[in-house]
T-cell receptor, first 117, second 113 residues
Framework: GAVVSQHPSWVICKSGTSVKIECRSL??????MFWYRQFPKQSLMLMAT?????????EQGVEKDKFLINHASLTLSTLTVTSAHPEDSSFYIC?????????????FGAGSRLTVL | DQQVKQNSPSLSVQEGRISILNCDYT??????FLWYKKYPAEGPTFLIS?????DKNEDGRFTVFLNKSAKHLSLHIVPSQPGDSAVYFC????????????FGPGTSLSVIP
């Protein structure tokens, strides 16, 4: 089945530093990937749509200069949280559409827990 | 404005009994619905889906029912097992953008042995 790998699974950083999270589709190509954010006991909020070879599309209220997305290949999208602050601490999850799971079904990575001190 | 609602944040069910998780949506453009299951500190995993042309879809112990007129769907798990304890997210998408999936807030299911 379709597998999406996310790395790192957890990261702790100091306030003001930048953190990069990688999302890879392991056994299929993904022209589009999605980045979600989940606060404790809340739903997954779509942050942006990552498009291979072009600019990401951000949802309303998401700062594109804060959350940099790069989709350089058909199997890799990266999310960089720039100048992270404690309020950026969250669970970030990526997903991709495709693979054997089904055309309309998203496959999710395991998520990345970011803690900003 | 929450387009996908799950009004029960939590649900407890005895092992072997039926679990019914409910979901309501407001966007009439939605025509594809999915249920995802999520364990703590993990990404969601796909469980079952239903297209708006159907009113029922069954996969083993899991059945999803769709009532388009009421904009309501439900997930039935029979029989419930302790391993089913997780957070269940209802999600929806529209034919104009199937990739863009909107999630509900989730229902935490506890199956008591």
């Amino acid at each position: 089945g379709a597998v999406v790998s996310q790395h790192p699974s957890w990261v702790i950083c100091k306030s003001g530093t930048s953190v990069k999270i990688e999302c890879r589709s392991l056994d299929f190509q993904a022209t589009t990937m999605f980045w979600y954010r989940q606060f404790p006991k809340q739903s997954l909020m779509l942050m942006a749509t990552s498009n291979e070879g072009s600019k990401a599309t951000y949802e309303q209220g998401v700062e594109k200069d804060k959350f940099l997305i790069n989709h350089a290949s058909l199997t890799l999208s990266t999310l960089t949280v720039t100048s992270a602050h404690p309020e950026d601490s969250s669970f970030y999850i990526c997903s991709a559409n495709g693979g054997s799971t089904g055309a309309n079904v998203l496959t999710f990575g395991a998520g990345s827990r970011l803690t900003v001190l | 404005d929450q387009q996908v609602k799950q009004n029960s944040p939590s649900l407890s069910v005895q092992e072997g009994r039926i679990s019914i998780l409910n979901c309501d949506y407001t966007n009439s453009m939605f025509d594809y619905f999915l249920w995802y299951k999520k364990y703590p500190a993990e990404g969601p995993t796909f469980l079952i889906s239903i297209s708006s042309i159907k009113d029922k879809n069954e996969d083993g112990r899991f059945t999803v029912f769709l009532n388009k007129s009421a904009k309501h769907l439900s997930l039935h798990i029979v029989p419930s097992q302790p391993g089913d304890s997780a957070v269940y997210f209802c999600a929806a998408s529209a034919r104009t953008s199937y990739d863009k999936v909107i999630f509900g807030p989730g229902t935490s299911l506890s199956v008591i042995p």
